[in-house]
């Protein structure tokens, strides 16, 4: 399986901080996805960064990639409280299907 | 913005019951996706769908599911008979088309909790 898993299963900071999560993942990918979720609701894509890419930025968002360690980061800067979520990376293969991991929790103090 | 959308948000239904999701893709994607999510578990793709075939299924996606696209807008998650171990959140998805140049990422709906009794 080229599941994702994320570290740490969860994260608290103060409103501000930055937050950091990472992925590790273990076969080869044609892209690797990021996904927000809010407690119980929809899962929002965030970012998704190609095999030949190695980094990527979306407002507060900045994601790495390194194949060769088979890992992603994502990087959430200067966070707010509504950042408060769980955090997935999600792989696909090229097989038309992604690949979550068990997701990261955090939670941004005010 | 397009979204994905779904119906209902929340389904209750007894054991051994068909139940039906729907979805209604983002209009012009031609990729169509069920995952679903069990409470405190990962979420884990069932279903995808392409040019009114399936594409792929996991080993979950067995003889009790099924899926359609009725028209031209909605796609549609049918379990035959319903058991316990199915409650869970059921998200339907969709993509563009895909090329060497992208068109592979996935937008998601907000969900169809099933709770089966």
């Known amino acids: 399986s080229q599941q994702g898993e994320e570290d740490p299963q969860a994260l608290s900071i103060q409103e501000g901080e930055n937050a950091t999560m990472n992925c590790s993942y273990k076969t080869s990918i044609n892209n690797l996805q990021w996904y927000r979720q809010n407690s119980g609701r929809g899962l929002v894509h965030l970012i998704l960064i190609r095999s030949n890419e190695r980094e990527k930025h979306s407002g507060r968002l900045r994601v790495t990639l390194d194949t060769s360690k088979k890992s992603s980061s994502l990087l959430i800067t200067a966070s707010r409280a509504a950042d408060t979520a769980s955090y997935f990376c999600?792989?696909?293969?090229?097989?038309?299907?992604?690949?979550f991991g068990a997701g990261t929790t955090v939670t941004v103090r005010a | 913005e397009p979204e994905v959308t779904q119906t209902p948000s929340h389904q209750v239904t007894q054991m051994g019951q068909e139940v039906i999701l729907r979805c209604v893709p983002i209009?012009?994607?031609?990729?169509f996706y069920w995952y679903r999510q069990i409470l405190g578990q990962k979420v884990e793709f069932l279903v995808s769908f392409y040019n009114n075939e399936i594409s792929e299924k996991s080993e979950i996606f067995d003889d009790q599911f099924s899926v359609e696209r009725p028209d031209g807008s909605n796609f549609t998650l049918k379990i035959r008979s319903t058991k316990l171990e199915d409650s869970a959140m059921y998200f339907c998805?969709?993509?563009?088309?895909?090329?060497?140049?992208?068109?592979?990422?996935?937008?998601f709906g907000p969900g169809t909790r099933l709770t089966v009794l």
């Open positions: 998805a969709s993509s563009p088309i895909r090329t060497e140049y992208g068109g592979d990422t996935q937008y």
């Open positions: 999600a792989t696909d293969a090229w097989d038309y299907k992604l690949s």
């Open positions: 209009s012009n994607h031609l990729y």
